[in-house]
């Protein structure tokens, strides 16, 4: 091979691995943050409000740890709240822990923040 040829490739490999390095992710996984709480079936249960929803969106998913979750009694899960930036800006959102052994709920507040590029970011105020 010539050194041309051996040089394209070694620039190849470094332009690939830097991407990788980088941390570069497709568009999608930028655009979006989580917040995940652990539960059991009986246990404590979670809620969202988000307070400007034109700002972000919040989707909720649970999933369960055990495949065979309908056959366990408090079958532990993990639900998970994904946030999507739509537009510029901060708002906040309110995560409420009921428990059914408990009269009060716990609630705790969290800014969402998306920058112009809809990257959400998450922070715990209180």
Do not use: Q, W
């Amino acid at each position: 091979m010539n050194r041309r040829v051996i040089f394209r490739i070694i620039s190849v490999i470094v332009f690939a691995a830097v991407l990788l390095l980088s941390g570069c992710k497709d568009e999608k996984d930028r655009r979006s943050a989580s917040l995940s709480f652990h539960s059991y079936d009986g246990g404590a249960e979670y809620s969202i409000v988000v307070k400007d929803t034109s700002i972000v969106s919040c989707t909720t998913g649970k999933e369960y740890s055990k495949a065979n979750h309908e056959e366990l009694n408090g079958a532990g899960y993990n639900i998970t709240f994904t946030f999507t930036g739509k537009k510029e800006g901060k708002t906040t959102a309110t995560v409420t822990e009921s428990m059914p052994f408990k009269d009060k709920s716990d609630n705790t507040v969290y800014k969402i923040t998306v920058d112009k590029n809809l990257k959400v970011t998450i922070e715990k105020i209180r």
